[in-house]
């Protein structure tokens, strides 16, 4: 076969594999009576990302990756794919690569969740631990160097290899599952940033269209995305690894668009945790942990909302389930292992929940 012919097949591979995948669902979350305010009251839902073949948000992007890269001629039929990743986009890359048959090899920090690296394995995949994160991409371009394979980048390439205005991105389904809802238009979209590349479709997306839901992006410890938001200053680094999967990086990553985003919220990890506890409890199923920081950034804006008298709707993301995290943020011993305290952060939501008050 031809490369060309080759590189047509794998497209087709991709395309079929969306076409028997159906889109994620757009959940809405029982929010007590406080919510029915004589403005009309306010809604929060969650596009449930965990529904995916791979389990998270990181399928669509997967998808994005691979066809931007065999679309450029980037991939050519036994080209070794490599990622920097810090475990889901690597889980979801793992797939596509088997799926046009290409070897896969991730680079992740020792720690990552055990569920992932079987995950990836499972698929065929390698992983290759390194011990600090910032030397994921530096180890991922030595490895492209030596397999003479394709460092495929998900940090670099996020924010350009999904289409920002349209062809059923996340933005675009949203909106097209809101249509027949109370306030159809959100207030706000309330997205965390690992890549980035969610938030600046996002931010995109809204221009584009016109709307004039705001975007806010949630950020934890550990990471710059929120101190250099602050600052206005993209070379700051931290040495720390943020605990909460999938977001929090230790440098502005460049798929990270600061120019779309409204506001950003910074959310304690006690609080990342305790949200996604409280959350599953409610949905009665595990949720992530980043899912607990944008639930919490989803309930600061609610509760802001209703104090001001507004009515309207908030979007947020169910990024992934739990259930990869029976180690981790479902596991008291690691919980108390990281010093995090889970019972102000809990508490704070109960009485939210409790009274429509938000505490400070
Ligand atoms: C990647 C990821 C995010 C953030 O999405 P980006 O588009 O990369 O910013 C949030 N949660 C989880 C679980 C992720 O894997």
């Not at 406080?34 to 389990?55: I, Q």
């Not at 690296?117 to 910032?134: K, N, R, Y």
Request: hydrophobic share 40%.
């Amino acid at each position: 076969m031809s490369d060309r012919s080759w590189t047509a097949d794998a497209v087709r591979r991709i395309e079929a594999d969306g076409l028997r995948s159906a889109d994620t669902h757009l959940l809405k979350v029982d929010l007590p009576d406080w919510s029915r305010t004589p403005a009309g009251g306010v809604d929060l839902y969650l596009k449930d990302e965990s529904t995916h073949p791979t389990g998270s948000l990181k399928h669509r992007l997967a998808r994005s990756l691979f066809l931007y890269a065999l679309c450029n001629g980037w991939i050519a039929p036994g080209t070794t794919v490599i990622e920097a990743s810090s475990g889901s986009t690597a889980v979801s890359e793992a797939y596509f690569a088997k799926l046009i048959g290409v070897p896969f090899v991730a680079v992740m920090v020792k720690g990552t969740s055990p569920r992932k690296t079987e995950l990836i394995e499972a698929q065929g995949g390698m992983c290759h631990f390194v011990d600090s994160p910032t030397e994921i991409y530096t180890v991922a371009q030595r490895l492209e160097h030596e397999l003479g394979g394709h460092f495929i980048d998900q940090f670099t390439m996020a924010e350009r290899a999904t289409d920002w205005r349209g062809n059923n991105n996340i933005a675009e389904s949203v909106f097209a599952q809101m249509a027949r809802e109370p306030h159809p238009v959100p207030e706000w979209i309330v997205v965390g940033a690992g890549t980035g590349g969610t938030s600046a479709t996002f931010g995109r997306y809204l221009r584009y269209q016109q709307h004039d839901t705001r975007l806010a992006v949630v950020d934890v410890e550990n990471s710059v995305f929120l101190p250099a938001y602050e600052a206005g200053d993209g070379s700051i680094v931290s040495t720390g690894a943020s605990r909460i999967e999938g977001i929090g990086r230790p440098r502005v990553e460049p798929s990270f668009v600061s120019q779309v985003i409204d506001a950003m919220i910074g959310v304690p990890d006690a609080a990342s945790v305790a949200a996604a506890r409280f959350l599953s409890g409610r949905l009665g199923r595990r949720v992530g942990g980043s899912t607990g920081t944008n639930f919490w950034g989803a309930c600061v804006l609610l509760a802001e909302m209703v104090r001001h008298g507004r009515a309207g709707s908030v979007v947020t993301l169910l990024c992934d389930s739990g259930d990869r995290y029976d180690h981790t943020y479902f596991n008291d011993a690691w919980v108390a292992e990281q010093g995090l305290e889970l019972d102000p952060p809990t508490a704070v939501l109960d009485e939210y929940f409790a009274t429509g008050s938000w505490r400070e």
